[in-house]
């Protein structure tokens, strides 16, 4: 048994009544690279908070290399020789690159040699970052962490949104980290970077870890399984309870809205699907694989690169947000600050679409506003006691509000962006039930969520969407958070064979 | 119960929802009562003329501040308003009106230029009004060099005196009068929210089909326009043209501050700046009336402004907090 490197255990962290992190360890061996895995609300990014010193736990030992550590700052992690690397670059954007070198007193040859080795040749130091492009950026911050040849280097989702050239750099360069007495903790959503690169894997599930799992072929299911935990023994029981009536659709319908390969950006790819009446079409991704792009693209924000978007079969090209709306296709952002007027009021804010789609600068109709206004609110139940500034209402009833404001007969289409992220659960039901409704009604839905239980309770059906494709699509009552999961981590294969025993046990039970 | 009457009526929500106009207004009614034992003869028609020009560029002024912007060229604009008036004047007297109206309608074109180049450039709108700080600055001076030309009787007569009692001065009539007719339409237009809208939130004012670019150069517009009434009333008080600008736009933002309008967009109205430019002006009035000398006086109205914002700020927290 060698001496462990990094020994974190028994990790509480609490945020008032919250408790995001219970009981969470890792062991990291030296000279391993050990994957840390777990769902959204996991207590991933809280336990990496404490492992950089950026937050203090209530409870809980780290011990860095046989010494009690006790960081406040990740100034002082990165003293006692641990580094980490995020998603966002933590590079100065008005200095140079050699200033940012300076700054936090890297050794420049020994940058050089690993920027070289991760595939960028001949960059000029003397560039300001801010004309850098942002995957160079991120291989910039890369190269720096390990230019100080830290004994433990975290990187949260260093691959993420990396072209794949400097990809396979960033993948060679944590590879060769095996073997020396320098360890890598490595935080990916991509289930196959994990398998392809990783020893270990440690998996948290609400604020414990879990499992620590050798990875060897095979391993990603045991891992999802860890991941999943009650959540799918759950998702099992219900899955024989009766699901909503759903309104069935002609298959040959002319669908509402239709994506046809559509491609902006440099997430989204290749997105085709078909939306229909009275269908409420779950969508499921990870963060960062064009799903940002494909509701910009259909809500008229961004025109699309390529490709075409369809409504009851008649192409349509949406230039501005207003184009859509007069199209009957309307967007809930999931963040409500992007989505309302804060400082203004719940009838202002009701008022704004529904003028938008006038074509006229002319007089708002008192009465008729008034009355439309006060149906949107008597409608979704909205507590209107602080009415006139909309940022005192509580989080669930500035949700209410940005659904409130596209209740309308002329809205056809509703696009849902995670409706339902960070809200109370009865509210959450108030929605679930809203979303049905609207369907219920004739209306087209799409919906992204986060929380994969919603697509079963919510949806009709279900497109899973990984780097800037559909990879599936299956009904919502075979969607179960495990395949869902496994699809969504572009695990095709596995995804293949589960489909084929639901097939063959469609109650659900296949074993 | 009566309360509840009261907040049902179109007054009463008024002033529940603008509690902060209605405390200026209360500041003022206090401030004119002491300067009235403090000289008994002072009456508000010399206040309301001495007003009249920068209350039509703080409301101007808070139209864009509203929709997110500011408009750093509007003394620059009142000027070449003024000179451009007081020049016709001298040369056409008998086309009197359709030179006012022809005036106006040049304020909302020097405002929509400004817009279309803050919305074009990308620059930030301070630096590009700024720039045109300078611009029309220099245009007012191609136009008259000294100050000179000419005003109309008919402009003197509508904004000087008052209309039957002493109270009620004709030049807080025709400012009230001008400003209700174009912002209360408006404000219930889809253009007033819009202008609102884009100054509160400008991603989610887009993502709501407002069209943002459009709103801008509008506000823009009306900024301009409500400029060209202050060039006027310049013209009609001192009785000629004056190149050099005023010092307006200072006067115009500190009116906005202390008149609840947010520097940061979408909260306000124009009333409360133009009570605002009211408390400037007869504070000004009071320093003198008890004899505080000149420089000094700058500095207690800068003090007075800064602890009236702070407490309205402090009065707003605490109101969020409850």
């Not at chain 1, 792009?293 to 349509?316: H, K, N, T, Y």
Request: proline share 4%.
């Amino acid at each position: 048994m060698t001496e462990l490197l990094l020994d974190a255990s028994g990790v509480v962290k609490r945020y008032g009544s919250v408790t995001a992190l219970r009981d969470a360890s890792l062991s990291i061996r030296p000279g391993e690279i050990h994957a840390l895995m777990g769902a959204n609300g996991a207590g991933k990014s809280t336990f990496v908070k404490v492992l950089t010193g950026a937050v203090r736990p209530d409870a809980g030992t780290i011990i860095l290399r046989g010494q009690e550590r006790q960081a406040h700052s990740p100034a002082e992690a990165r003293r006692s020789g641990m580094v980490s690397v995020y998603q966002e670059p933590a590079i100065l954007p008005d200095l140079t690159v050699l200033e940012n070198l300076v700054l936090t007193e890297t050794p420049v040859e020994a940058f050089r040699t690993q920027l070289d080795d991760l595939g960028i040749k001949n960059l000029d130091l003397r560039a300001h970052a801010r004309n850098l492009p942002l995957a160079t950026l991120r291989v910039i911050d890369l190269a720096r962490a390990l230019a100080i040849e830290p004994d433990v280097l975290l990187l949260d989702e260093m691959t993420a949104a990396l072209p794949a050239d400097l990809t396979a750099g960033v993948l060679e360069a944590i590879a060769r980290q095996r073997g020396t007495s320098r360890s890598v903790i490595f935080i990916s959503h991509r289930m196959l970077e994990v398998a392809g690169l990783c020893d270990r894997a440690t998996v948290l599930r609400d604020g414990s870890t879990v499992g620590v799992v050798d990875v060897s072929p095979g391993a990603e299911h045991e891992i999802v399984d860890l991941m999943l935990g009650s959540a799918r023994e759950g998702e099992e029981r219900g899955a024989t309870a009766p699901s909503a009536p759903r309104t069935a659709q002609a298959a040959d319908a002319t669908p509402r809205l239709s994506a046809r390969n559509l491609a902006a950006g440099r997430n989204l790819v290749d997105v085709s699907f078909d939306l229909h009446e009275g269908e409420v079409l779950g969508l499921v991704a990870l963060e960062g694989q064009g799903q940002d792009e494909l509701f910009d693209v259909l809500s008229g924000q961004v025109r699309p690169e390529s490709g075409q978007v369809l409504i009851d079969g008649g192409a349509v090209h949406f230039g501005h947000p207003s184009d859509a709306i007069r199209a009957g296709v309307v967007l809930v952002p999931a963040d409500r600050s992007s989505a309302l007027l804060m400082q203004r009021s719940v009838r202002e804010n009701v008022a704004l679409p529904r003028l938008a789609g006038v074509r006229s600068w002319g007089l708002i109709n008192v009465g008729e506003e008034r009355r439309q206004v006060g149906a949107a609110i008597d409608r979704l139940q909205i507590d209107t006691r602080a009415q006139a500034e909309v940022q005192r209402l509580s989080g669930g009833n500035q949700q209410k509000v940005t659904i409130a404001r596209w209740l309308s007969s002329s809205v056809r289409t509703y696009l849902f962006y995670d409706p339902t992220r960070g809200i109370d659960i009865r509210t959450k039901a108030e929605i679930y039930d809203l979303v049905r409704e609207l369907a219920g009604a004739g209306a087209a839905v799409l919906l992204l969520t986060s929380e994969l239980e919603e697509i079963k309770r919510v949806c009709d059906r279900a497109i899973v969407v990984f780097g800037g494709t559909v990879v599936d699509e299956m009904p919502a009552d075979v969607a179960d958070e495990p395949t869902l999961l496994r699809s969504a981590h572009g695990l095709e294969a596995a995804m293949a064979a589960v489909a084929a025993s639901a097939a063959a046990a469609p109650d659900g039970q296949a074993s | 119960m009566t309360r509840l009457a009261a907040a049902r009526g179109g007054l009463g929500r008024w002033a529940r929802g603008d509690s902060w106009t209605v405390g200026l207004i209360v500041i003022f009614a206090a401030l004119f009562v002491f300067t009235k034992i403090l000289r008994p003869t002072y009456g508000l028609d010399a206040l309301a003329i001495a007003s009249l020009p920068v209350a039509f560029a703080a409301a101007g002024q808070a139209i864009v501040v509203i929709s997110g912007g500011i408009d750093l060229s509007i003394g620059s604009v009142m000027a070449l308003t003024n000179v451009i008036a007081a020049s016709l004047l001298l040369s056409y007297p008998e086309l009197s009106v359709p030179i006012v109206i022809f005036v106006m309608l040049v304020g909302l074109l020097i405002g929509a230029i400004n817009g279309v180049l803050v919305v074009v450039s990308r620059v930030p709108d301070i630096v590009v009004t700024l720039a045109m700080l300078f611009v029309w600055a220099g245009v007012a001076l191609l136009v008259l060099g000294t100050p000179g030309g000419a005003s109309t009787s008919w402009l003197r007569q509508i904004s000087s005196g008052t209309l039957g009692i002493e109270l009620i001065p004709r030049a807080l009539v025709v400012l009230l009068a001008i400003v209700g007719v174009v912002w209360i339409p408006l404000r219930r237009s889809r253009l007033g929210l819009s202008i609102y809208a884009i100054g509160s939130n400008r991603l989610a004012a887009f993502r709501s089909g407002v069209n943002v670019e459009g709103t801008k150069i509008a506000a823009y517009a009306l900024t301009g326009f409500f400029a060209s009434l202050g060039g006027l009333a310049l013209t009609a008080s001192t009785g000629i043209g004056t190149p050099i600008p005023g010092p307006y736009l200072l006067l115009s933002v500190a009116a906005i501050v202390l008149g609840g309008v947010s520097l940061a967009g979408g909260r306000g109205g124009l009333l409360g700046p133009i009570v605002g430019i009211y408390i400037l002006g007869i504070i000004r009035a009071d320093l003198t009336f008890i004899g505080m000398e000149p420089a000094f006086s700058t500095v207690i109205q800068g003090v007075i402004m800064v602890v009236v914002v702070m407490v309205g700020a402090y009065l707003t927290l605490r109101r969020r907090l409850a």
